[in-house]
């Protein structure tokens, strides 16, 4: 079957750095992409790693090991904006997503 | 980036009656895609549409109930049929940018709520 977890929540205090894993079990695998979603919002693109290694974007960046299974996003100098939720999705085939659950990210002063 | 728009942003209907949902593209794609996220859940593929053939569903949705039309490369519907309170959720489309697979755009949503 298809599965990816990730936790469902993390609080953080602005400014710290705060890791958002995601391990997955999916019958195809083109990569790991990363969204955010505020509250009503659409969800946004955020990186995405198709190969292992890391990937950085400011203060956001994005880790895979698909010899693991496993992936995260790794948040920096957090501000309160960043308070939001983080969906990790596998590229299963050359276009279709499957998302994880999510996980809401409380950034407290 | 894309621009995506959608309409209605929300709707609340009666159980039993059909709602139509229009998503516009600023610009011509291959593909738009439909997604449900219930309120607090992730997202789940409902279909892909491609211009010009049937759109290709996900299992456990079905044309009957959820019946889409691709007639343009920038616009797509998604009508739900015969609703029930269970189909009470957000709405969104989605686009790739031709051979740009790695991101997709998400339009607003339509928030549906049906008593």
């Known amino acids: 079957g298809q599965s990816l977890e990730q936790p469902s929540e993390v609080t953080a205090v602005e400014g710290a750095i705060v890791q958002i894993n995601c391990t997955y079990q999916?019958?195809?695998?083109?990569?790991l992409s990363w969204y955010q979603q505020h509250d009503g919002g659409a969800p946004t693109f955020l990186s995405y790693?198709?190969?292992?290694g890391l990937e950085e974007t400011g203060r956001f960046s994005s880790f895979l090991s698909r010899s693991d299974s496993y992936g995260y996003l790794l948040l920096q100098e957090l501000q309160m904006k960043d308070s939001a939720s983080y969906f990790c999705?596998?590229?299963?085939?050359?276009?279709?997503?499957?998302f994880g659950s999510g996980t809401r990210l409380l950034v407290r002063p | 980036s894309a621009v995506i728009s959608q309409k209605p942003s929300r709707d609340i209907c009666q159980r039993g009656t059909s709602l139509t949902i229009q998503c516009q593209v600023d610009?011509?794609?291959?593909?738009m895609f439909w997604y449900r996220q219930q309120p607090g859940q992730s997202l789940t593929l409902i279909a892909t549409?491609?211009?010009?053939?049937?759109?290709?569903?996900e299992s456990g949705f079905v044309i009957d109930k959820f019946p889409i039309s691709r007639p343009n490369l920038t616009f797509s519907t998604l009508t739900v049929s015969n609703m029930s309170p269970e189909d009470s959720s957000i709405y969104l489309c989605?686009?790739?940018?031709?051979?740009?697979?790695?991101?997709?755009?998400f339009g607003p949503g339509t928030r549906l709520t049906v008593l």
């Open positions: 999705a596998v590229r299963e085939g050359s276009y279709k997503l499957i």
């Open positions: 999916t019958s195809g695998f083109y990569g």
């Open positions: 790693n198709g190969l292992d």
């Open positions: 610009s011509q794609v291959t593909m």
């Open positions: 549409a491609n211009q010009g053939s049937e759109a290709t569903y």
């Open positions: 989605s686009i790739n940018r031709d051979r740009e697979w790695n991101e997709q755009f």
